[in-house]
């Protein structure tokens, strides 16, 4: 009998496994958490891309790139930060590639994916600095989810505590990883005590930053990648403080834990950024296809189109976007006009459709034009006006109004 087991106080429990096997194949609660906070992550980023004009099927196209990368990025960040065990006395260097037995970086998982996003971006045609705000919400929201892996490994739990809501840790049988050590009876068996559940402050803290980063996006109108920069500081606020609680072995410098002085330099890296970058938030309309007028709507169903009679409409992939003030997006989305090209002075402004197809000399040169703007990042990039900051709540109707436009990627 543990001291845990005679407590009088409640007490949060804590799963004795945290491996099934399906036939030949272990199934791994860390694995389908963090599965499932991808998912989540990319639901939300691909409504908050579409929002902003991107075609739908974009968030799919920048995972395929930003997922494996914020994989690899984890586990580096991992082995370089804990090298003694893989390489120092007693380590085994083969067990760096060993990914599923444990052993991944928040920090490197964002760098990584960044890497991996930015290159996507690349190829897309999107400015980074969309694709960052886009996800802000998503990425806590995702980490939130994953956190609950820790919960069932039994694992990165805080010191002693007498809290109603002290966790029971069970002890793990190194010989069997994912499940507890039982005694003669086959019962579990619990460390004594009860023990801070970090995972769970954790989790809620994430939660509070996903409602911060919707509330200031929504009053502010974060753009730049300032939405990106506010997530980065609410996470590392709360990391700074739940990692001081933490009491599994981690390297120290100057005896503080390395994710504390972690967590400080990189909310100051993204303090400065939140106060030195200034701009509005950034609408995309596509460059490379015809747009035609579309009502908003307020139904996701109309964003799949099946009839036959509309098969010929869907147009391939844009080439990429143009960055347009928030005025100049909302009067493409309901009339299909395009704002002139910053170079295009002399046509007054919504004067020409995307769809206008000119004649003979001007439709080469016009062409030639499309042609050198689509492979033209910085031209691509620039902003046409000043943000309406008046607007509120109608990020939802331009997401569904994205959706059934002829300019929806096959995927």
Known sequence: MTIASLSPQAALPSPSTAV?????????AYALCIIAGIVVACWVTERRLRQRGVAPGAVLDIAVWAVPAGIIGARIYHV?????????AGGEPLKALYIWEG?????????GGAVGAWIAARQLGIPFGVVADALAPGLPLAQAIGRFGNWFNNE??????TLPWGLQIHRMDPDNPGHALRDDAGKPILEPGLYHPTFLYEALWNLGVVALVLLLDRRLRLGRGRAFALYVMGYTAGRFWIELMRTDEANQIFGVRLNVWTAALVFLGALI???RVRGPREYLIPIGVAATSTPPTTSDLSQVDISEGQTSARAAAPEGYRVV??????????????PPEPADEV?????EPLDHEPAGDEAASDEATTGEAATDDASSYRAHGPVDGTREARDDDRADAAGVRPADRDS
């Open 80 to 88: 370089i930060t804990s090298p003694e065990k893989y390489f120092g």
């Open 273 to 275: 950024y939140f106060v």
């Open 20 to 28: 099934w096997q399906l036939g030949p194949f272990p199934l791994r």
């Open 325 to 338: 003030s928030e005025e100049q997006y909302d009067t493409w989305r309901d009339t299909g006009v395009a």
């Open 156 to 161: 990165l739990f805080g010191g002693r505590t």
């Open 347 to 351: 046509r007054p402004q919504g004067a």
């Open 103 to 111: 052993g991944l970086g928040i920090w490197g998982a964002v760098a």
